[in-house]
């Protein structure tokens, strides 16, 4: 008989235990969803407000500070199988269970699965399933004080439970303290063995390639002889029409291995250098008739990162099928802070986002959580290349039981679960915990108390290697190649040193301004961002305060970062003087963040190869905030959307200051030689020509060229009224002499019109002067209009073509609303 799966997703109940639970609801029974959480539930029975609008977070702190009972009854009668296993994907995160009043264990981690065998519990008749959870928070402090206090940068010890450490708050994010079945359970029926696990590898060969699994079986106690046979298929690409080509095996034992070989594969590729065939790999284990069967998708290609040291450092370079790929990379954070409410649907839209902003990696971050198996899916189908953090970040960890089983626990199953994915380049021990280390002040606090190093340089890359070997290890980000840990101390270059590695650059945002980006010369940015309000619609949509302003009471509890507000104001004003009101502040807000992080990217792009990749700090939000993010947490695109659309744009032409002048870098990231002539002018504001100056240029594929500027074209007679235009006949770059603030923007007439087509409504805007970084706010006049360009310069004279979709036909009137139709002049005109 083969395995059976059915779902237990219905006729759940949650009810407050204990704890400090509001008193109309300490004795009510509310329907509960799986997956799910508490707070989803009791939203659902209108028992709570929306946490994430106005001030109601710190009103449902309470939720974090309850024990949560869920149940319910599931009808079963004997089926013939001699194996019963109850299933969990996923507990958030410390419960008991129990099945008919039977205990079947107790559980601490969100990060991994569980599995109980169930046979003589298991009733003819209705069964209750129990699942009693403990409140989060005073079960962290508990293990704080049981495991000892570690350095940590929130008030919560959220090191001391395995449990997504931003679900406690984080510098942008809602703490909400879930409780819940987050993800699926199921009953799994069974007979005389099942695949416990399956290990997949392709890979390449040449023009071919070989698929290998490692099968784990666990047998029924009533057939440890039984004869077992394995088959492994493979289709796809190339595979000829008459059939898959396949590998069978007799199993002796509990482990099996199987090859198949091809003759002629084709390769995957990352988004931009190439297509993402898949082959479907079919297992199945049988006795005879078919016994348990699973399905992966796999991409052929190779992977490794060059960190052989050169001249100047250390490299960090993503190398592909032994192609060199620069890396334009966004960091990812959960995207709902009540996770089990992310589907597919929602995944794909994001991840959509991410390749429409020319991008091609992900890095998940170690404060978040494990995504679904669908995430890396759709990862593999778009050709985003993903980096998976291991689940620390920012803190030391304890090294003592019972973390440390479950930390190896998650850390197999995960493994094991991602590695057969082709988008999966690098897997890395933790964020910033290296670094914290050194520099944080941890050595005196920690005072000889574990903090994480055994996890990061022994345990993880030791499983890695027994597990998934071709998958490349990282013992962290920032991480400097070469460093070890001997049990005292880090040996080797400092682990954000710029000049080995991956690096981290936060001086900008909190201490110093981000033309300073331009000091560094990085061989790999990890992380780096710069903050902006969401969306307008979003904005308004979450809050309630009249009058809305910077610092009224909702903007500050959706304001997470320490000294936020301060960070913004200083980062502003040597560019753009302070507006007056809400929605003027809002822009310049925005345009700064985007400004700031399309400087810095050009930059980094500038010094390829030395420098060989930029990951932003972030592309998504879990609710609505002022955050890093490029896209908010309504799923709305900000202006920093256009800047990583333009900075990471196939063909760039940028404008960099250089110590002997403006040099103009041409950086071709594609597979075609890009050749013409450079035109290089220097124009007043009202389009008047000063200077000119043609370039022949040549840059081969995946390659860039700098070319020096004239001084007499570079030097400026005028700065607050000329600019440098840098052109080819389709790519554009400027240099503006001064800040804005300081120049002499002029007050363009904006005029605008519309096409509705079968995509949206095409909007044309024409100015008679020199229009910066213009810019359509669209949901403004739509709440799901999105603005497919942005940021947009034009010179007078010029027209821009801009499409809006996802609302159909809008009106050039509204439009041309100074509030939706915005420029930098605004900002500096008065």
Known sequence: MSLERRELHDGWTAQAAAGPAPAHLRDVVIPAAVPGTVHTDLLAAGLIPDPYRGANENLLAWIGLVDWTYRTTFAWTPDGHTRHDLVFDGIDTVAELSLNGHALGDVANQHRSYRFAVDGRLIDGDNELV?????????????????????????????????????????????????????????????????????????????????????????????????????????????????????DADIAGDRVHLRVTLDDVRRWWPAGYGDQPRYDVDVQLAAGDLLDATRRAVGFRTVRWDTEPDAAGTPFTLVVNDQPVFVKGVNWIPDDALPARVDRARYEQRLRQAVAANLNLVRVWGGGIYESDDFYDLCDQLGLVTWQDFLFACAAYPEEEPLRSEIEAEARQNIVRLASHPSLVLLTGNNENLWGFEDWGWKRRLDGATWGAHYYYALFP??????????????????????????????????????????????????????????????????????????????????DDDPLTPESPGMIVHQKAQDGNVKLTDGLLSHFRMPADMETWHWAMQLNQAVAVRT?????????????????????????????????????????????????????VTVQPREDGLAVVLGNDTAEAWAGTLRARRLRFDGTESARVDLAFQVAPRASTTIGVPRNVADPDDPAAELLVAETTDERGLWFFVEPRDSALPDPDLSVSTEVTADGTVVTVTTDALARDLTLLADKVHPDAHATDGLITLLPGESARVLITGAGALSADALRDPRVLRTANQLVVR
């Open 131 to 247: 699942v009693r959870f403990r409140a989060p928070v005073p079960y962290a402090n508990a293990q704080s004080l049981a495991l000892g206090a570690r350095p940590r940068p929130y008030p919560l010890p959220y090191e001391a439970i395995r449990k997504s450490a931003c679900n406690f708050g984080w510098d942008w994010g809602i703490a909400t303290y879930t409780s819940g079945l987050w993800r699926p359970v199921r009953l799994e029926s069974w007979s005389v063995a099942r695949l416990a696990e399956v290990r997949v590898t392709a890979t390449p060969d040449g023009a071919g390639g070989a698929v290998d699994i490692e099968a784990l079986i666990e047998r029924s106690p009533d057939a440890t002889d039984h004869p077992l046979t394995a088959r492994l298929a493979v289709d796809g690409p190339g595979v000829p029409a008459a059939g898959a080509p396949t590998a």
């Open 462 to 543: 030791g499983l890695v290697a027994e597990l998934a070997p071709h998958v490349p290890y990282s013992p962290g980000s920032p991480f400097s190649p070469g460093t070890t840990w001997d049990g005292a101390v880090q040996s080797g270059f400092h682990p954000n040193d710029e000049a080995h590695g991956t690096t981290h650059l936060w001086e900008q945002w909190n201490r110093r301004d981000w033309p300073t980006y331009r000091e560094h010369r990085p061989r790999f940015v990890a992380e780096f961002g710069w903050q902006g309000p969401p969306t307008w619609t979003t904005l308004t949509g979450a809050l």
């Open 600 to 652: 810095a990217l050009e930059h980094f792009r500038s010094w390829a190869p030395h420098t060989m990749g930029a990951v932003v700090w972030q592309l998504n939000d879990c609710w609505p905030v002022t955050s890093w993010a490029a896209v908010d947490g309504e799923g709305r695109a900000k202006p920093l959307f256009h800047a990583l659309r333009a900075a990471f744009a196939p063909r760039l």
